[in-house]
């Protein structure tokens, strides 16, 4: 191949517009999913990404714009994290799972599965006082288990396959939550909250949790839930 012929193909492959590697998978929780606060305006009309400073001693997110903002990715990844798992952790939790049968309720699906576990536990201490023998709770847990089961199956038809369906009800969420990818973890951060990292006056004096502002997303956003949770 002509040496000329050989340069305008390696300008045409190597062209920007050509490039189709999206580069290395994130190493960091919010790294290019946190938002600039300052580049950033309230209204999220325009957004700039955080990025983690490569090479640097310590781990820190920085505004993939301009070197105006720098905040520690230890402090600022476990305060969101608390923020979310604390949110998880509470008994409504599977209201976050979006139905995607509107004939199905699902909110009478979950109350009659918590009725039917309280229903078992009552089963057992009347057996414990005699009100009951071992074979009338037997029957009854029988058929208690079978309706569970299929309240279940009911449930998981109705519901979206989410990111975060493994955090729902787990009796233990951060070890489920330390136990998970960090794909997976990045997959839950979006489904939930906005993080906008915020400027601050304060040096020198550790991490300032006001410096973090999380908006809860979606439906969450509209039923009570402070929506800059990390700015209070």
């Excluded at 993939?64 to 949110?87: C, K, M, N, P, Q």
């Amino acid at each position: 191949m002509p040496i000329e012929t050989f340069r305008a193909v390696q300008r045409i492959l190597t062209e920007p517009v050509r490039v189709i590697n999206p580069g290395a998978a994130p190493k960091w929780l919010g790294s290019r999913l946190y938002l600039c606060g300052i580049c950033t305006p309230e209204d999220l009309s325009t957004r700039t990404t955080c990025h983690v400073r490569a090479g640097a001693r310590i781990p820190a997110y920085r505004c993939g714009d301009r070197a105006h903002l720098v905040r520690s990715v230890e402090h600022t990844d476990r305060f969101v994290v608390g923020a979310i798992l604390a949110r998880l952790a509470r008994p409504d939790a599977a209201d976050l799972l979006a139905p995607v049968k509107p004939d199905v309720d699902v909110a009478a699906l979950r109350a009659e599965a918590a009725a039917i576990r309280g229903n078992l536990n009552e089963l057992a201490a009347d057996m414990a006082v005699g009100l009951i023998d071992r074979r009338q709770m037997i029957a009854a847990t029988t058929r208690a288990k079978a309706r569970l089961a299929e309240i279940e199956s009911e449930l998981q038809a109705a519901v979206v396959q989410s990111p975060l369906t493994p955090l729902i009800n787990a009796s233990d969420i951060r070890a489920v939550w330390d136990a998970l990818p960090l794909s997976h973890q990045r997959l839950v951060l979006q489904e939930l909250v906005t993080v906008r990292i915020l400027t601050t006056g304060r040096r020198g004096r550790g991490f300032d949790p006001s410096t973090v502002e999380i908006r809860w997303n979606g439906r969450e956003a509209t039923t009570g839930e402070n929506p800059s949770m990390g700015t209070a």
